[in-house]
């Protein structure tokens, strides 16, 4: 079920393991981003800064800043992700 706040789209994803030389795949878009990790390690890129996060941990930005996510140690990661 996904749900509307406002003009905020709540959603979960699920980032799938990638092979360790496949690169990142970034974007942009308008707004600002919440990203929540529910399970697993991920390594996210936000205007050029790499970030590890693990469950329990967010992250906050502008999302007109090139950024992207690859799930670490193999396994899938689950997130909450907000976009404002």
């Given at each position: 079920?996904?749900r509307?706040i406002?003009?905020s789209f709540?959603?979960?994803?699920?980032?799938?393991?990638?092979?360790?030389?496949?690169?990142?795949?970034?974007?942009?878009?308008?707004?600002?981003?919440?990203?929540?990790?529910v399970?697993?390690?991920?390594?996210?890129?936000?205007?050029?800064?790499?970030l590890?996060?693990?469950?329990?941990?967010?992250?906050?930005?502008?999302?007109?800043?090139?950024?992207?996510?690859?799930?670490?140690?193999?396994?899938?990661?689950t997130?909450?992700?907000?976009?404002?």
């Amino acid at each position: 079920e996904l749900r509307c706040i406002g003009s905020s789209f709540p959603f979960m994803v699920t980032i799938e393991p990638k092979g360790e030389d496949e690169p990142m795949h970034l974007n942009s878009h308008a707004g600002q981003e919440f990203n929540y990790i529910v399970e697993g390690r991920v390594i996210v890129r936000v205007g050029g800064k790499d970030l590890i996060l693990e469950a329990g941990d967010s992250i906050y930005f502008n999302s007109a800043l090139p950024h992207g996510l690859k799930a670490l140690d193999g396994r899938n990661v689950t997130m909450l992700a907000i976009i404002f």
